[in-house]
């Protein structure tokens, strides 16, 4: 099968299109044919650092890397039960091997992909989806009515938080540059903070959450966005000790938030989707052989949603 190979880290230039055998089953595995992968700025960290690389996969050469997928059951082990073949289903890879015509997934971490979505949308999902899903689910207990200053909202994590804070029924505030203010506010926000021009934590000084997806001057003026009490949650840091006790005089609730692989997120993330209630929003699709070119737009670092291969 064909497969992206990474013998070294660097630029986008290092993943080399090759050949290599299909993965062999083991229990609990299904064998999927991939339609479509996902690419989120995780990918090209890992792309470019070899001590990444390293950690992830230990020092052998040459790996695969990728986690977002989208695709067809074509074989099944044994203990693969509730999924059979020729489900459309999607998946967060925890052994990554993403880039490749087919990718071996154990059920445990496979959700089926609802009908009204494509695969295009689906693994666009995995990742990004759980990064917001996770903390605003799991860590905020958000409940009707809270305020909520989402930073980053038209990002590919941002635009999938705006939509969860929206389902469960919060007040949303979205940060973006101005030319996303459309975006954002099509996506269920009730108000747009362009960062640009405006100071967020002069507009606002309420907030009952704060999601952090920036890091930086962000997350620090983020504590004057957050009433006392609040809880403030980001995905990129750790937050200094100086931040620290400047939340802490507060009462503000101030904490690191790393995504987590769990197949019953997943899917329940896939049941909101089911309903309509999230939607990913692709900025753009490229072919399989153009993986250099997606990399290239991910790492700018200014794409509204996400970036998609389509096999």
Not at 217 to 243: F, N, Q, R, V, Y
Not at 265 to 274: E, G, I, Q, Y
Not at 280 to 298: D, R, W
Request: charged share 25%; aromatic share 8%.
């Amino acid at each position: 099968m064909k497969a992206y190979l990474l013998y070294e880290a660097g630029g986008a230039d290092k993943l080399v299109l090759g050949e290599v055998e299909k993965p062999v089953l083991k229990s609990g595995e299904v064998l999927i044919k991939v339609k479509a992968i996902g690419i989120n700025p995780a990918d090209t960290i890992y792309r470019n650092s070899d001590a990444f690389i390293t950690a992830a996969f230990g020092k052998e050469r040459p790996v695969i890397i990728g986690w977002d997928i989208s695709g067809e059951i074509v074989e099944k082990a044994e203990n693969t039960h509730g999924f059979e073949v020729g489900d459309a289903v999607f998946a967060l890879l925890q052994n990554a091997s993403g880039y490749a015509e087919f990718v071996a997934v154990n059920v445990k971490l496979l959700a089926l992909k609802p009908d009204n979505i494509s695969f295009e949308e689906a693994a666009a999902a995995p990742m990004a989806g759980l990064t917001a899903w996770q903390p605003l689910v799991h860590g905020m207990n958000i409940k009707k009515g809270d305020k909520i200053l989402i930073h980053g909202a038209s990002g590919g994590v941002g635009h999938f938080a705006v939509q969860i804070a929206k389902h469960l029924g919060a007040e949303v505030i979205g940060t973006s540059s101005a030319k996303n203010r459309e975006f954002v506010m099509s996506l269920g926000a009730d108000k747009h903070i362009d960062y640009q021009t405006e100071n967020f934590w002069e507009v606002i000084k309420d907030a009952d959450f704060v999601f952090d997806t920036i890091g930086g001057e962000t997350l620090e003026h983020s504590i004057d966005a957050a009433k006392p009490g609040g809880t403030i949650i980001s995905i990129l840091g750790p937050a200094d000790e100086k931040l620290k006790a400047k939340a802490e005089e507060k009462n503000i609730k101030l904490s690191l938030w790393g995504m987590q692989f769990n197949g019953d997120d997943l899917r329940s993330f896939a049941d909101v989707m089911s309903k309509g209630a999230i939607k990913s929003h692709i900025a753009k699709t490229y072919p399989f052989t153009s993986m250099a070119e997606a990399h290239t737009q991910v790492e700018t670092r200014r794409t509204a949603g996400k970036i998609v291969l389509i096999m």
